[in-house]
């Protein structure tokens, strides 16, 4: 089955660390998306990639960062710049950017502060 | 696991028709409930959120525990509520789960 998976589930930074979301998608999608989602707020856009080699910063992508080397990755970094990281991060995908075709998410993950 | 499920991949009505878009879920504790839409070339966007109990362009949403529903309605649809339309769960351990989308389409 074609789908969007994002590993780990749960991750654990300290203080100072970098640490790296992974989001692969077998669905050949040219377009991918990364969400932050905190508690009582909606989703928010970090970073997008409309194709492969190109993405772009969305809404809230101080200190994020990504790279889209391979059409089927998209993997995020939270830097040690990004104050308040502690959040569920989910991934997205879809056949072209923004088109009229649906996006497909990922199970998310839950990145904490140790 | 909690699993959202939009049993309408496509959906299309009649300008001035009311329109529902359906939403089941499983979970077996106390979630909250999102509706988000996508308007062509735009950005995913919260539409509403079940304990807000708010009309947001028209629509409402009302959780329904015991079948398991939060079905999103709009008695009077316009052209320009044409969109994807997400169904989105979060459950409390605030992980989010979304449904497969269904795509409205308001014909004139």
């Known amino acids: 089955d074609g789908g969007i998976t994002q590993s780990p589930k749960y991750l654990f930074r300290k203080e100072g660390q970098n640490v790296t979301l992974s989001c692969e998608q077998n669905?050949?999608?040219?377009?991918m998306y990364w969400y932050r989602q905190d508690p009582g707020q909606g989703l928010r856009l970090i970073y997008y990639s409309q194709i492969v080699n190109d993405f772009q910063k969305g809404d809230i992508a101080e200190g994020y960062s990504v790279s889209r080397e391979k059409k089927e990755s998209f993997p995020l970094t939270v830097t040690s710049a990004q104050k308040n990281p502690t959040a569920f991060y989910l991934c997205?995908?879809?056949?072209?950017?923004?088109?009229?075709?649906?996006?497909?998410f990922g199970d998310g993950t839950r990145l904490s502060i140790l | 696991a909690q699993r959202v499920t939009q049993p309408e991949k496509l959906l299309s009505v009649f300008k001035g028709a009311p329109v529902e878009l359906k939403c089941n879920y499983s979970y077996s504790g106390s979630p909250e409930l999102f509706w988000y839409v996508q308007y062509s070339r735009q950005r995913l966007q919260l539409l509403l959120r079940?304990?807000s109990r708010e009309s947001i362009k028209g629509f409402t949403a009302d959780l329904n525990k015991g079948e398991t529903s939060f079905h999103l309605k709009k008695p009077f649809a316009q052209e320009e509520d044409s969109a994807m339309y997400y169904c989105a769960l979060r459950d409390e351990n605030n992980d989010m789960r979304f449904g497969a989308g269904t795509r409205l389409t308001v014909k004139p």
């Open positions: 669905l050949n999608h040219d377009a």
């Open positions: 997205a995908s879809s056949r072209r950017f923004y088109s009229n075709q649906p996006q497909h």
């Open positions: 079940h304990i």
